[in-house]
């Protein structure tokens, strides 16, 4: 092998073995939603609905109408589905995905949704306000918070799932928040303990106090689908 090729070759080598090593160590994320109602907002590159009649839309995963598909596998995302009291898809707004729901004291569910049984031993949970500029008041079971993200210990991964292809335990937090228009949580496993997420992106869950004024059309879609008249 010549010198040229001997030092191409072991520079694709060590960025293979530096994806691998990202990929391998990268801290996962955790599907995070709320016990009622809520509605999926989808990033539009990476989802679509379809409706009755089309060959991809199975009654049994009809949410307000339509199933949400992924684009990449053409097939129904599973780890979205979790939330038990889903209620339908809109696209996302502000490039903001996740589940969006109204209220300020409810259950919020850490859901450590896996193609294979796994351990997830260091959870750390992400409240961020929204507008960012506000302090907010949080507790969680009963717990003031103060700070930004919240320990949560481990959880084990190893109960399949109802279709029998994946696998689904959970943490159910009792939540309450004040003094701001919305707020956002998040879950991650931080397996290096180093405090940062380093991974993709996480399944969000966005809370919304009904009784502060917003002009986001999000929250109108959310209001409109449950019934109520949008601000």
Wanted: charged letters at 15%.
């Amino acid at each position: 092998m010549s010198q040229r090729y001997r030092i191409l070759f072991l520079s694709l080598m060590v960025l293979a073995i530096a994806a691998f090593s990202t990929a391998a160590f990268a801290d996962p994320c955790l599907t995070v939603y709320p016990t009622g109602p809520t509605v999926y907002h989808y990033d539009m590159s990476e989802y679509y609905v379809v409706g009755p009649g089309d060959p991809l839309y199975d009654p049994m995963y009809d949410r307000g109408g339509y199933c949400l598909i992924d684009s990449n596998t053409m097939d129904i995302d599973m780890s979205i589905y979790q939330a038990p009291n889903l209620v339908g898809f809109t696209p996302s707004t502000d490039g903001m995905d996740g589940y969006f729901f109204e209220g300020y004291s409810f259950q919020l569910v850490i859901d450590g949704f896996s193609n294979t049984p796994t351990s997830y031993d260091n959870i750390i949970l992400v409240i961020n306000p929204l507008p960012a500029s506000c302090p907010p008041m949080v507790t969680i079971d009963g717990n003031l918070v103060t700070g930004g993200t919240y320990p949560l210990g481990s959880l084990v991964v190893s109960t399949p799932t109802a279709e029998g292809h994946n696998y689904s335990d959970t943490m159910v937090l009792d939540v309450t928040w004040a003094e701001c228009a919305q707020m956002q949580f998040w879950a991650y496993d931080d397996e290096n303990y180093n405090g940062m997420k380093d991974g993709g992106e996480c399944f969000s869950a966005f809370s919304h106090d009904t009784t502060v004024p917003s002009a986001r059309v999000s929250i109108g879609t959310i209001k409109a689908q449950f019934g109520g008249s949008g601000q």
